[in-house]
């Protein structure tokens, strides 16, 4: 069968090609893939090269298919998968495989016939054998391709921990009841951050959101409301802190000066993480999410209160495979809403310019649809496309109806009128 992919040469070295897919083996399987969403280790696989660790060092010979947060449906599965899966079974994948042999291995960065940014696939057994090809039963592929980056949320809270006084343990986990506060958190992950705050099983009592631009936090607030937090009892507070003098004595005074249990910070700003550490109150876990590109970043902490006030920071990178299962559960079920991580949608001829301009271009999440042929657009822009064009101008009505959001209804439209690749 024929694939069209983009594959990795070396340093900003990316090429959409048309070749032929092996037959597949008994221990393998065959699937098309729908969407993909691209993001930021993509750009940096793709500037890195073969310098990358995840990206073996012969790809300008043995080039790899770019992409790992991506969905789609199984087409053909080998016999010793049969037991398991079945053709027109929809799927993610969780990028991250831990195998002992190669740890950095990973669809995405590491295979030649595995990676999201293509029309069809091999699935190597490898993934199956480390339960990491997901059954997804939701409505929109979508979501699929956005339950990597929710997992990485959800392994976060997990992460942080608690401890209890005389005893050498680590409760894991938030608060359940406690105060918690985001920090710069109205950014695309961010907002995934307090839509599972506020609808997952062990809630915080007190939820504070920061940011310094003005507009986002408005379209935070017009997706993620007071409402809805309070029904789910939490209380939600917007706070825009570039008109805030003494930001820390702000934030303390929303918990008559406790302090916060778990303050998760979504920038690697100097300046946000020493706010983080100054409103941590007794027995606080910092977790600093945002990965920065810096190696040599650095901030102040205050350890007379690590040593007397128990206080303590984590940092995650991802989630595990549970993580992943519980992100999609929780949007199969319709707890958890991520669409209002995207921004722009494309095709897959988009994938070279979007992936190596990735840092340029401003929003969330860029959603790609691999089977069809469509330049990177901004939801934004539908409207204004949309005058000449009678596909946007569509899509701008169900986007406008949905409060500005990404939707199935949305995705199935595009699917069924969009231009074939």
Same mark, same amino acid.
């Given at each position: 069968?024929?694939?069209?992919? @983009? ?45 990358? !660790? ?31 899966? !079945? ?10 495989? *831990? ?27 490898? +993934?199956?054998?480390?339960?990491? /090809? ?44 406690? *105060? ?46 007071v409402e809805e ?17 003494? +930001? ?10 406790k302090g916060y ?7 690697? +700003?100097?300046? +946000? @993480?020493?706010?983080?550490? !100054? ?7 910092? *977790? ?58 494309g095709g897959l ?26 330049? /990177? ?45």
């Amino acid at each position: 069968m024929k694939t069209k992919a @983009v594959r990795l040469y070396g340093k900003n070295d990316l090429r959409l090609e048309e070749f032929e897919l092996p037959p597949i083996k008994d221990d393998e399987i065959l699937a098309r893939i729908v969407s993909d969403s691209i993001c930021m280790s993509s750009y940096k696989a793709a500037i890195q090269g073969e310098d990358h !660790k995840r990206v073996p060092k012969d790809i300008s010979t043995n080039p790899v298919i770019i992409g790992h947060e991506f969905c789609g449906e199984i087409v053909e599965v080998g016999k010793k998968w049969q037991h398991k899966f !079945k053709p027109g079974n929809k799927f993610s994948i969780q990028p991250a495989i *831990n195998e002992k042999s190669n740890p950095y291995a990973a669809p995405g960065y590491s295979f030649q016939y595995i990676g999201g940014a293509a029309t069809y696939i091999i699935i190597p057994p490898v +993934v199956m054998e480390h339960n990491c /090809l997901l059954n997804y039963d939701g409505e929109a592929y979508f979501y699929g391709s956005l339950a990597e980056p929710m997992s990485c949320i959800v392994g976060a809270f997990h992460a942080n921990y608690h401890t209890v006084s005389g005893k050498y343990v680590h409760n894991m986990g938030i608060a359940e009841g406690g *105060n918690m506060a985001i920090l710069a958190g109205v950014g695309p992950m961010g907002l995934g951050a307090i839509d599972y705050a506020i609808h997952c099983d062990r809630k915080p009592r007190l939820l504070v959101v920061t940011d310094i631009d003005e507009a986002r936090l408005n379209r935070a607030a017009s997706i993620l409301t007071v409402e809805e937090a309070e029904k789910n009892g939490v209380k939600l507070i917007y706070v825009n802190t570039s008109k805030i003098e003494n +930001v820390p004595e702000y934030l303390l005074s929303f918990t008559d000066g406790k302090g916060y249990d778990d303050v998760f910070v979504f920038a690697p +700003v100097k300046a +946000v @993480v020493e706010q983080g550490d !100054k409103i941590l109150g007794k027995d606080g876990c910092l *977790n600093f999410f945002a990965g920065p590109t810096n190696p040599n970043f650095t901030a102040e902490f205050n350890f007379y209160n690590v040593h007397y006030n128990s206080t303590h920071i984590v940092g995650t990178s991802g989630g595990n495979t549970d993580d992943m299962i519980e992100s999609l559960q929780m949007m199969e079920k319709g707890l958890i809403n991520p669409s209002a991580m995207i921004t722009h949608i494309g095709g897959l001829d988009s994938v070279i310019d979007t992936t190596l301009n990735l840092p340029k271009i401003p929003g969330g999440k860029k959603l790609i649809y691999t089977n069809i042929s469509l330049e /990177l657009t901004a939801l934004s822009d539908f409207r204004e496309k949309g005058k000449s064009d009678p596909l946007f101008a569509k899509l701008a009505d169900i986007v406008e109806n949905n409060n500005g959001l990404w939707s199935a209804e949305a995705e199935k439209y595009l699917l069924a009128n969009a231009k074939p690749i």
